[in-house]
């Protein structure tokens, strides 16, 4: 299983294009929020993205954000890294929260 963050900036861009966004991404797999090793789920940071996969690559998340993002029709910055993460201060989710399922695809 692979793990990737990723991070998309649309420029010039309004809330609603941020929500039209959120909803594109989760509707492909990327959740808004990371699981820990202590069982609970973490909201990330707005304009990032989890997907744990075991048949992507960086490359092919890459692509994948990207042409999700292009149906926003903003100019966007895309970032996908690969690895293990580490954080200090995210919010932990709720355990009723929709946004802390679906995270695997």
Known sequence: MAYFMTRIELHSATPDDYTTLHAAMEADGFSRTVPAADGKHYHLPSGMYFLASYADTAATV?????????????????????????????????????????YFR
């Open 62 to 102: 890459r692509d994948r954000a990207n042409a999700v993002a292009a149906a926003t029709g903003k100019i966007r910055e895309v970032l996908v890294t690969q690895g293990t993460s580490a954080w200090i201060g995210l919010t932990a989710v709720q355990a009723t929260s929709a946004s802390s399922r679906g």
